[in-house]
């Protein structure tokens, strides 16, 4: 048997070498029906834009997809079936009076379609009434009535297309209950379609229901979790409005919470009507040239006052996790952490941690309080650090406490502010290669303010971070006072779905009467995958016997270009400079320019970097992996 293919089918000819042929046989080869290949299709547009063509040939390639499993009395019926299906999909693009001929034939190869389309005149839309009941059709909300208006999607005088259609149904609803509006819906939806004129009139009444302030916030499903701490995370002020996104916010914050696995938000909707499963939005996905849903207007006040339900699961009481890691500086790294929630029967969390690579040893032990009434979350700790890079070996014993609260955005802002402020004690054991070793007993305070606009707090594709820190210490017996600021910033840009270009930087300056006695994390180092590529971690600083040590002055600026290919997998471009001095006039940029890898994997991202150190003229690889247990 020879099987040949032609235009995305098969045909089978069989050639049997001249014999008799047993009279059964014969017999069962005639009395077989012929089967119907796949038809060749050849369209003739007519003029059709892209779009429509596409949905034409679409519906047309779903119907001779049938023609393998029919045979040939079926063939008449399949043909009808592909014109009306051509004709359904011209309508869903906005031609209702199109004329469709289908001309079925055979060639060498076998049957074909050839199909002719005479387009008509494309609809286009003549009118749109967008009418709202309910509370947003009162004078309060008039300017939001008359935007939504305004942002309407199939605008008058655009061509008529149903997949448009149903997507401005769903944006409007959606802009109208994500705030104040949660139980919005669509009543009445048609679009009248006057084929003879090319004329549709589209028509949408949307009743908001009644506003909705929020009260408080009700809790379910607390076992070993004392009362009061879901209230610590959703911090609701009694008369606030309804606003989705503070929704989600406060959803993601409690299932980040170390008390909760899970968690569910959402307004008490009991007596509410309609229910969310009841939700008359959009309408079926066929389109007639009248297509009218009407359904019955909320009846019931304007306002109303709800609580806040919230669905938990409580975490497990004990957890240890492993993460296993390398990159070019540290090689591998192992770390072990244990946490353990609610102790001794208070809201804290209990957590302790080992981390062990080539340049650290490092092992902590801190309490973390849930937030308070204010919003601010407290953490006290203590911490044993055995460092050495570039030279620089560095044993600290320390204990301190941070204070921590994040400022919710208002209302149409994305903006959001948060505060750090923080108190040490430390003692310092400090060996400079090749020069002198000494030891240190300090006391510091640290404030940062951050700003932050970006619309993705974990994975940030446009807007900007801003944070402003500084910093004031002393030798415990007052033989060396210093002080810090420091100023960062970072801006995403995506010029398309794929790409992303990030530009960063940061500037700071040290005040020191002995800039040799400061603490290793006060003064300014830099270098390495995370500042200037192309350089040795931590490798840019004042070079102090073999050692390199933090200096008075730093300035880092980076820009970087990313494409993804796809949801894994991209690569990026980059230039980074800048360097540490004893004073900005002094400082000669050191920069670096190189290509890397992207990739995101189940075990973490993974961040592979070639640069070239213009100043060193060297290059150097970077590379960062963690994988968590």
Same mark, same amino acid.
């Given at each position: #048997?020879?099987?040949?293919?032609?235009?995305?089918?098969?045909?089978?000819?069989?050639?049997?070498?001249?014999?008799?042929?047993?009279?059964?046989?014969?017999?069962?080869?005639?009395?077989?029906?012929?089967?119907?290949?796949?038809?060749?299709?050849?369209?003739?547009?007519?003029?059709?834009?892209?779009?429509?063509?596409?949905?034409?040939?679409?519906?047309?390639?779903? #119907?001779?997809?049938?023609?393998?499993?029919? %045979? &040939?009395?079926?063939?008449?019926?399949?043909?009808?079936?592909?014109?009306?299906?051509?004709?359904?999909?011209?309508?869903?693009?906005?031609?209702?009076?199109?004329?469709?001929?289908?001309?079925?034939?055979?060639?060498?190869?076998?049957?074909?379609?050839?199909?002719?389309?005479?387009?008509?005149?494309?609809?286009?839309?003549?009118?749109?009434?967008?009418?709202?009941?309910?509370?947003?059709?009162?004078?309060?909300?008039?300017?939001?009535? $008359?935007?939504?208006? /305004?942002?309407?999607?199939?605008?008058?005088?655009?061509?008529?297309?149903?997949?448009?259609?149903?997507?401005?149904?769903?944006?409007?609803?959606?802009?109208?209950?994500? /705030?104040?509006?949660?139980?919005?819906?669509?009543? %009445? $939806?048609? !679009?009248?379609?006057?084929?003879?004129?090319?004329?549709?009139?589209?028509?949408?009444?949307?009743?908001? @229901?009644?506003?909705?302030?929020?009260?408080?916030?009700?809790?379910?499903?607390?076992?070993?979790?004392?009362?009061?701490?879901?209230?610590?995370?959703?911090?609701?002020?009694?008369?606030?409005?309804?606003?989705? %996104?503070?929704?989600?916010?406060?959803?993601?914050?409690?299932?980040?919470?170390?008390?909760?696995?899970?968690?569910?938000?959402?307004?008490?909707?009991?007596?509410?009507?309609?229910?969310?499963?009841?939700?008359?939005?959009?309408?079926?996905?066929?389109?007639?040239?009248?297509?009218?849903?009407?359904?019955?207007?909320?009846?019931?006040?304007?306002?109303?006052?709800?609580?806040?339900? *919230?669905?938990?699961?409580?975490?497990?009481?004990?957890? #240890?996790?492993?993460?296993?890691?390398?990159?070019?500086?540290?090689?591998?790294?192992?770390?072990?952490?244990?946490?353990? =929630?609610?102790?001794?029967?208070?809201?804290?969390?209990?957590?302790?941690?080992?981390?062990?690579?080539?340049?650290?040893?490092?092992?902590?032990?801190?309490?973390?309080?849930?937030?308070?009434?204010?919003?601010?979350?407290?953490?006290?700790?203590?911490?044993?650090?055995?460092?050495?890079?570039?030279?620089?070996?560095?044993?600290?014993?320390?204990?301190?406490?941070?204070?921590?609260?994040?400022?919710?955005?208002?209302?149409?802002? /994305?903006?959001?502010?948060? $505060?750090?402020?923080?108190?040490?004690?430390?003692?310092?054991?400090?060996?400079?290669?090749?020069?002198?070793?000494?030891?240190? =007993?300090?006391?510091?305070?640290?404030?940062?303010?951050?700003?932050?606009?970006?619309?993705?707090?974990?994975?940030?594709?446009?807007?900007?971070?801003?944070?402003?820190?500084?910093?004031?210490?002393?030798?415990? %017996?007052?033989? =060396?006072?210093?002080?810090?600021?420091?100023?960062?910033?970072?801006?995403?840009?995506?010029?398309?779905?794929?790409?992303?270009?990030?530009?960063? &930087?940061?500037?700071?300056?040290?005040?020191?009467?002995?800039?040799?006695?400061?603490?290793?994390?006060? !003064?300014?180092?830099?270098? &390495?995958?995370?500042?200037?590529?192309?350089?040795?971690?931590?490798?840019?600083?004042?070079?102090? &016997?073999?050692?390199?040590?933090?200096? *008075?002055?730093?300035?880092?600026?980076?820009?970087?270009? $990313?494409?993804?290919?796809?949801?894994?997998?991209?690569?990026?471009?980059?230039?980074?400079?800048?360097?540490?001095?004893?004073?900005? =006039?002094? #400082?000669?940029?050191?920069?670096?320019?190189? !290509?890397?890898?992207?990739?995101?994997?189940?075990? @973490?991202? +993974?961040?592979?970097? +070639?640069?070239? *150190?213009?100043?060193?003229?060297?290059?150097?690889?970077?590379?960062?992996?963690?994988?968590?247990?």
């Amino acid at each position: #048997m020879l099987l040949r293919s032609t235009a995305g089918r098969a045909r089978s000819v069989l050639t049997l070498a001249w014999r008799p042929l047993a009279p059964a046989l014969l017999c069962a080869l005639l009395a077989r029906p012929a089967l119907a290949a796949r038809p060749e299709i050849t369209i003739d547009p007519g003029g059709l834009p892209a779009s429509a063509l596409q949905a034409v040939r679409q519906a047309v390639d779903s #119907m001779a997809a049938m023609a393998d499993d029919q %045979d &040939g009395g079926e063939s008449i019926r399949l043909r009808r079936r592909a014109s009306e299906a051509a004709l359904t999909a011209l309508a869903t693009e906005g031609y209702f009076s199109a004329q469709v001929d289908l001309e079925a034939g055979t060639d060498v190869a076998g049957a074909t379609w050839d199909i002719t389309i005479v387009p008509g005149e494309r609809t286009v839309i003549e009118t749109v009434d967008i009418s709202f009941l309910g509370t947003i059709a009162g004078p309060e909300y008039a300017a939001r009535a $008359t935007q939504l208006r /305004r942002d309407w999607g199939l605008k008058e005088g655009s061509p008529f297309r149903n997949e448009e259609w149903e997507t401005a149904k769903r944006n409007l609803l959606d802009e109208v209950s994500e /705030r104040d509006f949660p139980v919005a819906r669509l009543v %009445d $939806t048609a !679009a009248d379609v006057d084929a003879d004129r090319a004329r549709a009139t589209l028509r949408v009444k949307l009743d908001s @229901g009644p506003a909705v302030r929020l009260s408080g916030v009700e809790v379910r499903g607390l076992k070993r979790v004392p009362a009061g701490v879901v209230e610590r995370y959703v911090r609701i002020r009694p008369g606030e409005p309804y606003d989705r %996104d503070r929704m989600v916010e406060w959803q993601q914050t409690l299932q980040s919470a170390p008390f909760f696995s899970g968690a569910k938000l959402d307004i008490d909707r009991s007596g509410l009507s309609p229910s969310p499963d009841e939700d008359p939005a959009l309408l079926p996905e066929g389109l007639e040239q009248d297509q009218t849903r009407t359904e019955q207007a909320y009846q019931g006040p304007s306002y109303l006052t709800l609580p806040v339900l *919230a669905d938990v699961i409580e975490s497990r009481p004990r957890r #240890m996790s492993v993460a296993l890691g390398i990159d070019d500086e540290a090689g591998p790294r192992i770390e072990t952490i244990y946490r353990q =929630n609610v102790v001794m029967g208070q809201p804290v969390e209990l957590e302790a941690g080992l981390r062990l690579d080539r340049l650290r040893k490092l092992g902590y032990a801190d309490i973390h309080l849930a937030p308070n009434e204010n919003g601010f979350r407290d953490s006290f700790g203590v911490l044993a650090q055995d460092s050495d890079v570039q030279g620089l070996h560095v044993k600290r014993l320390a204990i301190g406490a941070i204070r921590a609260k994040t400022y919710p955005r208002g209302l149409n802002s /994305r903006v959001e502010y948060e $505060t750090r402020y923080g108190a040490r004690l430390s003692h310092e054991a400090t060996d400079v290669e090749g020069f002198d070793s000494f030891t240190t =007993n300090t006391a510091t305070a640290t404030a940062e303010i951050i700003r932050r606009d970006v619309n993705d707090k974990y994975d940030p594709r446009e807007g900007t971070l801003l944070a402003l820190g500084g910093g004031v210490g002393t030798e415990l %017996d007052a033989s =060396n006072r210093f002080s810090r600021v420091s100023v960062r910033g970072q801006y995403w840009w995506s010029p398309s779905k794929r790409d992303v270009i990030t530009v960063r &930087g940061e500037v700071g300056r040290l005040w020191a009467q002995d800039i040799n006695q400061v603490p290793d994390d006060f !003064a300014f180092r830099t270098g &390495g995958a995370r500042s200037i590529r192309g350089y040795r971690y931590l490798g840019l600083g004042r070079e102090v &016997g073999n050692a390199i040590m933090g200096d *008075a002055v730093l300035f880092v600026a980076s820009v970087e270009g $990313t494409r993804y290919f796809d949801e894994r997998f991209g690569a990026a471009l980059f230039v980074d400079t800048g360097n540490v001095a004893s004073s900005f =006039n002094e #400082m000669k940029l050191a920069t670096g320019v190189g !290509a890397g890898l992207r990739v995101r994997t189940p075990a @973490g991202p +993974l961040s592979v970097d +070639l640069a070239y *150190a213009v100043r060193d003229k060297n290059i150097r690889l970077h590379f960062s992996l963690g994988i968590a247990f």
